[in-house]
């Protein structure tokens, strides 16, 4: 299934990503694949709002893992962009992540493509301009 959505500013992201949220079940994994500063998360912040979250979501760059605690499904949200092989992933615990039965949000998707379980959820967004964003979600 694939569905697209005109974002015309942040708060409409944040908005389409709650309503997303409403859909996820533990161990879902969303994988998110975007230019740097395209809104990657702010979508995570609409997933942890609709997971009624209550705390402060930002990147998780320096930290390569985020865990958001205490919504009614857990998130882990990753920054994949410097992990560069193998070696790299087993050390950020991703794969025991998926195990815990939260939800596990990846930036950076494309440098893990190939670790990704087969039904991942899958959000790419574009800059249309410097408002405006494409989300597409597909299944």
Do not use: Q
């Amino acid at each position: 299934m694939r569905e697209e959505f005109v974002s015309n500013c942040e708060k409409d992201t944040i908005s389409f990503a709650k309503s997303l949220s409403k859909s996820l079940t533990p161990g879902s994994v969303i994988s998110l694949f975007g230019d740097l500063g395209v809104g990657k998360t702010h979508f995570v912040k609409g997933i942890a709002e609709g997971l009624e979250y209550r705390g402060d979501v930002t990147s998780p760059t320096f930290n390569i893992v985020n865990e958001y605690l205490g919504g009614s499904l857990n998130i882990y949200h990753f920054d994949m962009y410097r992990i560069t092989g193998w070696d790299d992933l087993y050390s950020t615990g991703y794969f025991e992540y998926i195990e815990n039965g939260g939800v596990v949000i990846t930036e950076w998707s494309e440098n893990i493509e190939g670790a990704l379980p087969a039904d991942t959820i899958k959000v790419t967004i574009t800059r249309i301009d410097d408002t405006k964003r494409k989300i597409v979600v597909e299944r």
